[in-house]
């Protein structure tokens, strides 16, 4: 999609890591030997590179108008049928819009998906993340994403754009003191406690570290009359995978053969 939207050169020209995945478990490291070709290489790069870009193509998509600075208030009905929405604005009246149909991408959460009463299953997930961005050397296997699975604790460790390192912890809940306590000095310990760590130790944190206790796996139905969740608003499962904008492509799918 990526390619097709014309969007992968100029995610490299804009500092997007391209790599293979490595992943270590109790049995040692392995490399999937199907991503040589250069098409299937993980693209990193941060979100707040990411998100312009992809506002850009989509405003100077035909056919779209895009609304800066809004947010969404209500999910109109005609019936049982999603209608169209309302939207407040920084500066005016809200603003009613119909549609034919309303689609839901605001992630985990979704509250296009609560303001149409769409029903939420939930399970709990054990595990917390904090995560933070560091300027230093590269890990050196030179892989686009290193993987730790350490049973139930995971690690990951991402080169991204601007010569900056993602190092990402997962531990299990029962670690959440200790990184409430100091979430830089705990995760670089954890880091640099996994085995063969990257260079977390030699390297400067950049910008605040990030943390999210509550992770816990959502369901919903993805498509209603006039009404489709895309993404994460669909299916926010556990984010070790980094499998939201599959799910976004594979909902758009089952959406689009339901519209036929």
């Given at each position: 999609t990526?390619?097709?939207?014309?969007?992968?050169?100029r995610?490299?020209?804009?500092?997007?890591?391209?790599?293979?995945p490595r992943?270590?478990?109790?049995?040692?490291?392995s490399?999937d030997?199907?991503?040589?070709?250069?098409?299937?290489?993980?693209?990193?790069?941060?979100?707040?590179?990411?998100?312009?870009l992809?506002?850009?193509?989509?405003?100077?998509?035909p056919?779209v108008e895009?609304?800066?600075?809004?947010t969404?208030?209500?999910?109109?009905?005609?019936g049982?049928r999603?209608?169209?929405?309302?939207?407040?604005?920084?500066?005016?009246?809200?603003?009613?819009?119909?549609?034919?149909?309303?689609?839901?991408?605001?992630?985990?959460g979704s509250?296009t998906?609560?303001?149409?009463?769409?029903?939420?299953?939930t399970?709990?997930?054990?595990?917390?993340a904090?995560?933070?961005?560091?300027?230093?050397?590269?890990?050196?296997s030179?892989a686009?994403?290193?993987?730790w699975?350490?049973?139930?604790?995971?690690a990951?460790?991402t080169?991204?754009?601007?010569?900056?390192?993602l190092?990402?912890a997962?531990?299990?809940?029962?670690?959440?003191?200790?990184?409430?306590?100091?979430p830089?000095?705990?995760?670089?310990?954890?880091v640099?406690?996994l085995?063969?760590?990257?260079?977390?130790?030699?390297?400067?944190?950049?910008?605040?570290?990030?943390?999210?206790?509550?992770?816990?796996?959502e369901?919903?139905?993805?498509?209603?009359?006039?009404?489709?969740?895309?993404?994460d608003a669909a299916?926010?499962?556990?984010?070790?995978?980094?499998?939201g904008?599959?799910w976004?492509?594979?909902?758009?799918?089952?959406?689009?053969?339901?519209g036929?």
């Amino acid at each position: 999609t990526l390619t097709r939207l014309g969007l992968t050169e100029r995610l490299e020209r804009a500092g997007a890591y391209r790599g293979r995945p490595r992943m270590w478990s109790r049995y040692g490291w392995s490399l999937d030997p199907t991503v040589d070709r250069p098409e299937l290489r993980s693209i990193s790069i941060r979100r707040e590179v990411l998100d312009p870009l992809l506002r850009r193509t989509a405003a100077e998509t035909p056919g779209v108008e895009l609304m800066l600075g809004c947010t969404l208030s209500e999910v109109l009905r005609d019936g049982r049928r999603a209608a169209g929405v309302t939207i407040k604005r920084r500066a005016g009246d809200p603003l009613r819009v119909r549609a034919k149909l309303v689609v839901g991408a605001d992630g985990r959460g979704s509250a296009t998906a609560r303001r149409a009463g769409v029903h939420t299953r939930t399970s709990a997930n054990a595990r917390f993340a904090y995560w933070g961005y560091f300027e230093g050397p590269r890990p050196v296997s030179g892989a686009g994403v290193e993987l730790w699975l350490l049973e139930p604790d995971i690690a990951i460790a991402t080169p991204t754009d601007a010569g900056l390192t993602l190092y990402v912890a997962f531990p299990h809940r029962r670690r959440l003191p200790e990184f409430k306590s100091d979430p830089e000095a705990a995760l670089r310990a954890y880091v640099g406690a996994l085995p063969d760590p990257p260079p977390i130790a030699d390297s400067r944190r950049v910008g605040s570290m990030v943390g999210k206790v509550e992770m816990a796996n959502e369901w919903r139905r993805a498509t209603s009359p006039g009404l489709a969740l895309v993404g994460d608003a669909a299916i926010a499962a556990d984010p070790v995978a980094a499998i939201g904008c599959g799910w976004g492509a594979a909902v758009c799918g089952v959406a689009g053969r339901r519209g036929r």
